[in-house]
């Protein structure tokens, strides 16, 4: 993991929130990076570990556009069927949009 990448990471944990919905509880973190930041993906996956959730909504503003990643453990929810309603794509554990 660069520097840049690890000092992202913390920005996005201190940002983290825990909500709650329809008798789900998840966490979302956002932040806006100054440059491009490499592997989000890979970013909200350790996120997941450091704080130890299960279902994760990362929003990431950098390149004048807004990345959405959602990491889930399975069983929880389906990804793939939430990244629809943002026109994303990926698996039933882990998508993305930008």
Not at 44 to 49: D, G
Not at 66 to 81: E, H, M
């Amino acid at each position: 993991m660069t520097t840049d990448q690890l000092l992202f990471l913390n920005k996005l944990v201190d940002s983290a929130e825990t909500c709650q919905a329809r008798g789900l509880s998840f966490v979302i973190a956002s932040a806006e990076a100054d440059s491009y930041i490499d592997d989000v993906a890979v970013l909200a996956h350790k996120m997941m570990e450091i704080i130890g959730v299960s279902t994760l909504f990362v929003l990431v503003g950098m390149d004048k556009k807004v990345l959405l990643v959602i990491r889930l453990r399975l069983g929880t929810v389906n990804a793939a069927l939430l990244a629809r309603e943002f026109d994303g794509g990926g698996h039933a554990a882990a998508v993305s949009r930008s």
